[in-house]
C-alpha cells in the first residue's frame, strides 16, 4: 500500500555543517549554537541522517518540485563531494518530482571547481554581502578579525561569469541602516538584479541564554517594557528599517521595477494583490519552515533551535509525525493566537500579522505583550507604499507588468472635479 502523503508542502531547512562558520560575523545569531552540542560532536552531517532526510523529505511530499536549502553556519565546509553525494541521493529518491537546490552561502569557499558543479547542476545561490566595502567589513570578518568584502566581492564575480542564478542576502544593521541608497546603488552598481533585506535585531542574553552560553536572548526571554533598551549594539534601531526601506523603495519604484527584485517588496505586493504570503515572518500563521540540524535533530523553526523547541530526531521518528505534531501545529498557530488587540485593530495587519515571533517581545500602549520590536517601522513602510501598490496591483489586474507603475509616477497629474486620477 502507498504510504499516505502530505497534500502541502512544507520546508526545511539543512544544515550539513551545523552552526560552524569560517568567517565570525558578530551579529551572527547561529554560529552561537555551537555551544548546544557536546564538544565531542563532529559537524558534519552523516551519510545515514543525510540520506534519511532525503528519502524522507521527498517521500512525504505530495508536490511536483521538492525545494531543498542547503544553510549554515558555513555549508560549503562539508566540501564540494558533499554536495556530489547530494545530487546522487536526490536522484535515487527523486519518484519522478523535480529537485531544487539553494546555497546560502559566505562565499568565501567559492571557486572555479564549486561554480561548475553549481551551474551545471542548477543550484541557486544565495550570497551574503552587506553593502559596499566599509559596510560590510564592520561585521563580517573572519576568525582573525580581517576582513571578508574582497572574497565575497570575487565569489560574486564568480556567479556572474558562470551565469549562475543568485540573490544577495543582506543583513541590515544599526550602522548600515543609516546609509539605504549606498547599500542600494552600490548593489545595483555591481549588477545584482535579486536583493533580500533582512533587520538585525538580537537582544542581550537573557538568564537561560547565559546558562546555556549563548550570545543572543533565548525565544523565551521575559517580555519586559523597556525590552528596547536590551538589545544589542549592532541591531537596528527602532525606526531606522522603515526609513531605510522607504528610501530604497522611492529609489526603485521610480526607477528601476522590473529590473531590480527587492524581495522584501515583492512579499508587499503579494499581500496587497490579496494573495497568501510566501514568507513565513508575513504569513498569518507559522510553522511550515523547519530545520534539521547536523545530527538529525528537526527544530520548528531555523530561528528557534534551541531545547524546548526541539521535534525529535530523522533517525528515530518519523518525518511526517514531527511536521504535523501537535506541538509543530501549536507553534504555528501561536504567532495568530498570541496577536495583541493593537496589532488585531492594525490596518496594516493583513501585510504583517505581527512579523516574526522572534522579534515580538514589546508591549503595547495598552502594556499587552507580543508586539514586534519593528512594528513603526513597518507601519511606515506599508502606509509609504500604499499609493504605488494600489497603482501595481491596478496595472497586474489589467494585464500590464508592474513596472508600468515608473510611467505612471512620470505622467503629469490630471485632476477632475479636484480628484488626481495618479499617484
Sequence with gaps: MQKEQIGTGFHILSK??????????NYCFYTEKEALFPKKNQFRMSEEVLETFIKN???????PEIQFVWQGGEPTLVGLDYYRKIVSLQA????????????QTNGIRLNEEWCTFLKENEFLVGLSLDGPENLHNFYRVDKKGNPTFSKVLEALKLLKKYKIPFNVLVSVTRESSKEPLEVYHFLKEQGVEFIQFNPIVERIPDAMAAKMGLRHATPN?????????????FSVEQGAFGTFLTEIFDERVH????SIHVMNFEWALESWLGLPSTVCIFSEECGNALAIEHNGDMYSCDHYVYPDFR???????????????????????????????????????????GECPRHRFMRTHDNEPGLSYLCSDYKHYFHHIHRYMK????????????SKVMDVIKAPIVVTNHQSTTV
Design 16 to 25: 550539513p555543517a551545523g552552526p560552524i562558520c569560517n568567517i565570525d560575523c
Design 57 to 63: 523529505y521527498i517521500s512525504t511530499q505530495n508536490i
Design 92 to 103: 535515487k529518491y527523486a519518484e519522478g518530482k523535480k529537485i531544487i537546490n539553494s546555497l
Design 221 to 233: 526571554a521575559n517580555n519586559e517594557e523597556g525590552q528596547k533598551d536590551l538589545v544589542t549594539d
Design 255 to 258: 526607477n528601476d521595477v522590473g
Design 311 to 353: 521535534l525529535g530526531n530523522v533517525l528515530e521518528q518519523d518525518l511526517k509525525a514531527m511536521v504535523e505534531s501537535n506541538t509543530q501545529r501549536s507553534f504555528g498557530e501561536n504567532k495568530k493566537s498570541s496577536l495583541p488587540k493593537q496589532c488585531m485593530e492594525c490596518e496594516v495587519r493583513f501585510a504583517c500579522h
Design 391 to 402: 497603482v501595481m496591483v491596478q496595472l497586474i489586474e489589467n494585464g500590464l507588468p508592474a
